[in-house]
């Protein structure tokens, strides 16, 4: 059974700092790995999506990275924002579709001004 | 991507009854899906939305307890039926369009049951 783990739970940081977001998972055999954001009383905003056979994508300030092999992805901010503060989820897509997403509990990020 | 919209936002409702949420995208879809997301907790895949047949229930979910329908492919309905307090969570709806294998989320229903 695929089991997702996001380290850390909760992470708070100054304004401007770069930081690494990881995520683990159990099954190398993976479709995808999605990575979200969740704000408070809001749904999940789709950041990056990473193929099986890809190593990494960039969106402005984000950079995920994949290494199916060691079963971990990195989720990269660059210079954050307090605007960046959010509860960010890793999700696998496992093996025969995306369809079924495996979540992770994700890291509550907070950056401070 | 994909626009999706879901009614109601929140809702309080009594130990027993029962409540449909509605999910709405703006564009035909491949697959649309229903997670529930507990306090504290990550998002679990209830079932995979079938248009036009039977829903495809994970382990653990029930068609009796959250029966879905998906009468086209852009609407699904999940029923959250004889609710119990242990079934106040965020429910969320997501879709898969026809141009990538990204998912897409709606906002979610919070629901409270007292």
């Known amino acids: 059974k695929q089991e997702v783990t996001q380290i850390p739970a909760a992470l708070s940081v100054p304004e401007g700092e770069n930081l690494v977001l990881n995520c683990s998972f159990t099954?190398?055999?993976?479709?995808?790995l999605q990575w979200f954001r969740q704000d408070p009383g809001k749904g999940l905003t789709s950041l990056l999506l990473?193929?099986?056979?890809?190593r990494e994508q960039t969106s402005g300030r984000l950079n995920a990275s994949l290494d199916k092999s060691s079963g971990r992805s990195t989720l990269y901010i660059a210079a954050s924002q307090p605007g960046d503060s959010a509860t960010y989820l890793c999700a696998v897509g496992t093996q025969g579709g995306s369809e079924k997403l495996v979540f992770g509990k994700g890291t509550k990020l907070t950056v401070n001004p | 991507s994909a626009v999706i919209s879901q009614k109601p936002s929140r809702d309080i409702c009594q130990r027993g009854t029962s409540l449909t949420i509605q999910c709405q995208v703006d564009s035909q879809v491949t697959m649309m899906f229903w997670y529930r997301q507990q306090p504290g907790q990550s998002l679990t895949l209830i079932a995979t939305?079938?248009?036009?047949?039977?829903?495809?229930?994970e382990s653990g979910f029930v068609i009796d307890k959250f029966p879905i329908s998906r009468p086209n492919l852009t609407f699904s309905t999940l029923t959250v039926s004889n609710m119990s307090p242990e079934d106040s969570s965020i429910y969320l709806c997501?879709?898969?369009?026809?141009?990538?294998?990204?998912?897409?989320f709606g906002p979610g229903t919070r629901l409270t049951v007292t």
């Open positions: 997501s879709v898969v369009g026809y141009s990538s294998y990204e998912q897409y």
């Open positions: 099954d190398s055999a993976i479709y995808n």
């Open positions: 939305a079938n248009q036009g047949s039977e829903a495809t229930y």
């Open positions: 990473i193929q099986s056979s890809q």
